[in-house]
């Protein structure tokens, strides 16, 4: 082919006298550009097309424009009469005689303070029920599985004097209570 041995360069005259070296150096130059064109392509027509449409990437107008045959007339001006006010003062007692009176609000329902555990009143083989239903959720709760049955410790915590209780639990039933300072 008439092409194998030339090379095309910027004035786009054949160049037969080059080095080998020159010439993949050419012929790789040349492969990106093409590359590169195809690639950018796509590209450039996309920006040609949004640039003769009008719209700008990326940026919507979703506001609905209503034709002018569509748009409302203004409101014209009620005259009111003597009858008018006096049908709207009769519906106003109806409504203020209909309405029915509202029950006057419940004061809120006080919880019963829980009482702060202590190792003493905590027996061993006390149920995690009875522990919760006594004493209240605990302020801090960790589960683990020790020798195949499941262990908890409940953390009761009394901010006021920095005081808290540490109770034991194995499979639901306390095996032991201490407290602690913090």
């Known amino acids: 082919m008439f092409w194998e041995g030339c090379v095309i360069t ?18 790789s130059t040349g492969l990106i550009v093409m590359v590169a064109m195809l690639l950018l392509a796509p590209l450039a027509v996309y920006v040609a097309m949004t640039m003769t449409s009008g719209d700008q990437p990326g940026i919507r107008d979703e506001s609905p424009v209503l034709p002018t045959s569509l ?24 409504k203020q005689v209909s309405q029915p009176a509202m029950p006057a609000p419940t004061p809120p329902v006080k919880r019963q303070r829980k ?7 905590i027996p061993v083989g006390t149920r995690k029920s009875q522990l919760i239903a006594t004493f209240g959720r605990p302020s801090m709760i960790t589960t683990a599985v020790d020798e195949g049955r499941a ?8 901010r006021d004097v920095e005081m808290g209780t540490v109770v034991h639990l194995r499979s639901g039933v306390v095996v032991g209570a201490g407290s602690t300072a913090y």
């Open 71 to 94: 748009e409302q007339p203004a409101p014209r001006a009620r005259v009111v009469t003597n009858t008018d006010l006096d049908r709207e003062e009769r519906l106003k007692n109806r």
């Open 10 to 27: 910027w004035p786009l005259r054949p160049k037969t006298n080059m080095s080998a070296k020159e010439r993949r150096s050419m012929e």
């Open 115 to 121: 009482v702060f555990p202590t190792p003493e009143a």
């Open 151 to 158: 262990t908890e410790t409940f953390v009761y915590l009394q």
